[in-house]
């Protein structure tokens, strides 16, 4: 769709929600000029995180924002009734060699526990968006007295897609709808697509907590998930390696399933039998 059309749908839209562009700004979290650029065609090829946002803060899903017609969107059920699939990242579609801790304790000369302790004290408060990642890398820098400290280095050295994940991922996306739902730091996320560690499909939502300032297993952002998924919450299949995470989205209604990134074609099995079409 070119970007003339794409602003007048959009326009349309926000009408028809009854906002203002100074409301669906605030809701969708974009500043005003980046909306009116939208509108009037002005941004050719707007980021899909960006539209992405604005069709989640008008109740609806990119697909339905951008026109594709409904015969070709993925809203499949399975036979236990699930509709949409929210995929973690870490430790899910993406996983590490868990070598970013020893290689940052040898470097600065410390026990790699004592790293790790350091290091989580300001995970969460990035992961809300609260600190950037180069206030967190100079917060960590100087407890370790690491000068050169810079975590998505170490991060992205270490990482690696999950094997059979994009796959799977593409599979579902031709049946359901598909979301990420994801703990992680600012910007992290458009580079993991940049970087084709993220299975290459189109997302019909992306639950950041770095740009919606909640993190799993906060009740928040579960139930900003659900209401981009568009679905109602037995209509939600999530999938995480953390039990702590599932057991938050269990209590609203949703089917989970533990994903074990060690054993990834198993629970690839295990996603597929459950996602088994009526």
Not at 74 to 93: H, I, K, M, P, T
């Amino acid at each position: 769709m070119d970007e003339k059309r794409l602003g007048q749908r959009l326009q349309k839209a926000r009408q028809a929600a009854g906002l203002t562009q100074q409301e669906l700004c605030h809701r969708a979290r974009l500043s005003y000029s980046t909306l009116a650029k939208i509108e009037r065609g002005a941004i050719k090829t707007p980021s899909v995180f960006t539209i992405q946002s604005i069709a989640g803060a008008l109740g609806t899903t990119l697909d339905e924002l951008v026109g594709v017609p409904a015969q070709n969107q993925r809203r499949s059920a399975s036979r236990s009734g699930v509709r949409f699939v929210y995929f973690d990242l870490n430790n899910c579609l993406v996983r590490s060699t868990h070598a970013a801790f020893p290689r940052i304790a040898a470097e600065c000369n410390l026990p790699s526990d004592v790293v790790e302790t350091i290091f989580w004290r300001y995970n969460d408060q990035a992961c809300r968006g609260e600190i950037t990642v180069d206030e967190l890398n100079a917060k960590v820098s100087k407890l370790l007295k690491l000068p050169d400290f810079d975590w998505p280095s170490y991060y992205f050295a270490e990482l690696e897609a999950t094997p059979g994940t994009a796959e799977f991922v593409a599979w579902v996306r031709k049946h359901y709808g598909v979301g990420l739902l994801t703990n992680s730091m600012p910007g992290l996320v458009p580079c993991l697509r940049e970087a084709h560690l993220i299975p290459d499909v189109q997302y019909d939502a992306i639950i950041d907590s770095s740009e919606d300032h909640h993190i799993k297993p906060e009740r928040e952002i579960y139930e900003l998930a659900q209401a981009q998924s568009g679905c109602a919450p037995h209509e939600i299949l999530f999938t995480d390696d953390s039990r702590a995470n599932l057991m938050a989205a269990e209590k609203l209604g949703w089917h989970v399933m533990l994903f074990d990134d060690s054993r990834p074609a198993d629970s690839i099995a295990r996603l597929k039998a459950a996602l088994e079409l009526a």
